[in-house]
């Protein structure tokens, strides 16, 4: 049986300040994901669960709650900047324009600087500005982050799938 090794990520030496990377995904936001994420994490703002409150807003339907938002961007993006890493801080994020449920959502990431680290030399920091972008181009989210991430050299081991305990056969 030969088996094919998927996508592992990028590693710190792979970025170049400069690349764009789009999310190969989109994501339809559904009525569903927006309340339950909005109760899950009790958040009492009607705007973003009671269609009736909404209409008497300035947007006349439920807003996708923005932690949402955010979770959904930031998870479209980590095959290519963080799969190999992990969030260091945020920087800034600006909301110029509303989400709404039945939307479709896709991420860009561009390198804005990168460089060793200083105190762990298997590691090197990127920093990203991403985009939250419609399906019709309107940009709702963008906000900047910096990532730790793993020089190849450095990088755990990818072996960690456990092989099959399959029946033997007779032949």
């Not at 969030?87 to 600006?94: F, V």
């Not at 709404?100 to 390198?111: K, Q």
Request: glycine letters at 8%; charged letters at 25%.
């Amino acid at each position: 049986m030969a088996v094919k090794t998927g996508w592992e990520g990028r590693f710190f030496e792979d970025f170049e300040v400069g690349d764009v990377y789009r999310s190969r995904i989109g994501r339809t936001i559904t009525q569903a994901d927006n309340i339950w994420f909005t109760l899950l994490t009790n958040n009492t703002n009607q705007i973003h669960f009671n269609q009736h409150y909404a209409e008497r807003t300035e947007f006349a339907k439920p807003l996708v709650n923005i932690a949402l938002t955010l979770a959904i961007v930031a998870g479209l993006g980590v095959a290519d900047t963080s799969e190999n890493g992990f969030a260091l801080g945020w920087d800034k994020i600006d909301l110029p324009n509303p989400l709404f449920e039945g939307e479709t959502i896709y991420s860009e990431s561009e390198v804005l600087e990168k460089r060793e680290s200083k105190s762990r030399p298997q590691w090197g920091i990127v920093k990203f500005r991403s985009r939250g972008i419609k399906q019709d181009g309107t940009i709702v989210m963008e906000y900047t982050r910096s990532v730790m991430v793993w020089k190849k050299a450095d990088a755990p081991g990818r072996d960690h799938f456990p092989e099959p305990k399959l029946p033997e056969t007779s032949s």
